[in-house]
């Protein structure tokens, strides 16, 4: 999703300082970018903005006037198109009014109607022009005793925002205060407290170079953000808000590449270090869910995308190894259960983000109900993280590549604690994510790699691939699909093994990629059964397994790690699909169309 970067300070490089704040947002997707700027110095100016398609790449703003006021934007289109005039910033008709904007207006159209009535005039297709030429509008009507000329500015931004219906982040910029005043309902939006300069950011990784101390805007909160105060109200009520100062525990190297040519590489790489890490935490927040769950009537795991598998392995997890029944349901498609959920159930929300707009639904409408919400979410202070009743912090520190791998290896190894915390035995569940980890290592630090290598060059010019798998690991082919299309842009598929009989088989012929997941538990002979069958019809078959068969054409060693085993073979799954993006030209950190966080329905 779309990514925001402001400045209010003393430096009169703001342009510069903004850049590269967008810069550390690239990685959550975008089309077209800009930065707008208070020429320092020249009350009577106007606003000035560059704004262009594409990436921001080696592009610079030195042809912006100096200020010590400025804010910039990643856009991922959602209302009009990948143009330079549809970028943001956008400029009130006096163009000394700017906004920038995340979310969708979803009344635009009749907001601009009555603008344009008034005499406004538009330049663009967007949906957010809307908001600085209603400000503009509340201003003309707003009349400020000349003590008061702030204030007028920020009330006139609260009036607009209370006309906008939908989910939106906002922040405008004018010539005469020298502040940055935000609104924020739906979109993330995180106050940065610097020393004599202040921050506003979409994403706290980008304040990191700046400042620790964060206060994440609540819904329907305003800030208005100078170079020496920050003040905060409710934007319906007026009510001043107490800043609700947090400091991020991330250190700016984890939110940077380091070594490694992408951030995905590296996050992959990180994966056996956090698997120990949880595997040494304290067993008490595990034992105590693990009570919450027991004590519920019935539960849910839901996710989008990746967490989404995650919800769905949890479900073997729980029955394979605490006997119990857990429900799961992906996130855009569970509305229409929530009716039927009793008020003592609970929900086991599944994010790496916590802004999963899909996952937010469901959880505001699953309180609304009474439902307890246990969030299992890496993002610190995100909006997942505010609503759940009950948190367990995934850990796995910034993930910045697209494609979801630690934060998923992460989540797996916090259910997987919560399950056996639930048989009563949270120390054998920690004894198996060590093995885990070790098998990961292996997997990740050793001559698979480059089997994984060769095999992503072998497979590179394939269009179709299918991934099988059974019990646990049929989440796991799903998981290994959706890593493959969604950065190599190669169709893959992932097949419950038991279901390819009927129909799915029909799509095999002679040279048929198929991944074979074959760990060494009940669902073996089944498994390899299938394998016989593809192999039959001339697939080419590549078995992920703890030893090698005469049905696999390719191999790759997975060590066993019993019913964790699930994180070993998700990590080939990612290494093969990060050597096939690479072999096939494309950018892994940076998949086309897609954003690291879906904050839009
Ligand atoms: C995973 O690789 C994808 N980027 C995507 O499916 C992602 O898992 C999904 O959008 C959910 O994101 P979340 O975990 O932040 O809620």
Sequence with gaps: MCGIFGYVGKNNSAPTIVLDGLKRLEYRGYDSWGVAVVPEGKKESVIVVKKKTGKIGDASVSELPKGTLAFGHTRWATHGGVTDINAHPHLDCTKTIAVIHNGIVENHEELRATLIKKGHTFVSETDTEVIVHLVEEYLKHTKPAPRDAEPAFSKAVQQAFNDLDGLNAIILINTTSHEMVAARNGSPLVVGFGDGENFLASDPAALLPHTKQVHYLEDDEMAIVRDGSIHIFNARTGERVRPRKQLLTWS???????????????EMHEQPGLLSEIASESPEQAKALAREIRESDRVYAIGAGTSGNAARAATYLFSDIANYLLNWGIASEFNHRLPIISESSMLIALSQSGETMDLLEVVKKAKDRGIKILSIVNVVGSSLWR??????????????????????????AHLLLIAYAMKGDVASGQKLIIRAARSAQKVINSSAVDQIKNLAKALKDVRHMYVIGKGISFPVALECALKIKEISYIHAEGIAAGELKHGPLALVTKGTQCI????????????????????????????????NDEAFDDFIPVMDAGEATIIPNVIVAQLLAYY????????????????????VK
Excluded: C, Q
């Design 516 to 547: 074979v997941i074959a760990p060494n538990d009940e669902t073996y002979h089944d498994v390899m059964g299938s394998a016989m069958e593809l192999k039959a019809r001339g697939a080419h078959v590549i078995g992920l397994s703890f030893k």
């Design 580 to 599: 096939l993006t690479i072999e096939r030209g494309f950018d892994p950190d940076m998949p086309r169309n897609l954003a690291k966080s879906v904050t």
């Design 252 to 266: 700016e190297k984890d939110a940077e590449k380091g070594k490694f040519p992408y951030f995905m590489l590296k």
């Design 387 to 412: 609503m759940a009743d009950l948190t367990m912090p995934i850990g796995a520190g910034p993930e910045k590549g697209v494609a979801s791998t630690k934060a998923f290896t992460s989540k797996i």
